[in-house]
Nanobody, 124 residues
């Protein structure tokens, strides 16, 4: 499967953005989808994950209550709605797909396919 992330940009603190991850291939609906981010000079970190059906989600503590992950299997798109953005959310955001449809992993090494990343900059 190929993934294409989009929706990043420059936003003021307190603002919002919605990232999209469009997938190609026929098996999107069977994958766990994850979102990760990498800030300058830092390691890539887990942000959120959603099960194949959308029925289960998991978030990093740093974004819980502000970010919402969702998916539309018919359109083959995963979303990350980011509200009340903070300067520390500034990073390149990546979507990823995991063929394991059972677990919602927070480890980036588990994911099988990656998008190219979309940059989010939050100004103070």
């Amino acid at each position: 499967v190929q993934l294409q992330a989009s929706g990043g940009g420059l936003v003021q603190a307190g603002g919002y953005l919605r990232l999209s991850c469009a997938a190609s291939g026929r098996t999107f609906s069977s994958y766990t989808m994850g979102w990760f981010r990498q800030a300058p000079g830092k390691e890539r970190e887990f942000v959120a994950a959603i099960s194949w059906s959308g029925g289960r989600t998991h978030y990093a503590d740093s974004v819980k209550g502000r970010f919402t992950v969702s998916r539309d299997n018919a359109k083959k798109i995963a979303y990350l709605q980011m509200n009340n953005l903070k300067p520390e959310d500034t990073a390149v955001y990546y979507c990823a797909a995991d063929e394991d449809s059972i677990h919602l992993s927070t480890r980036d090494t588990v994911y099988d396919y990656w998008g190219q990343g979309t940059k989010v900059t939050v100004s103070s």
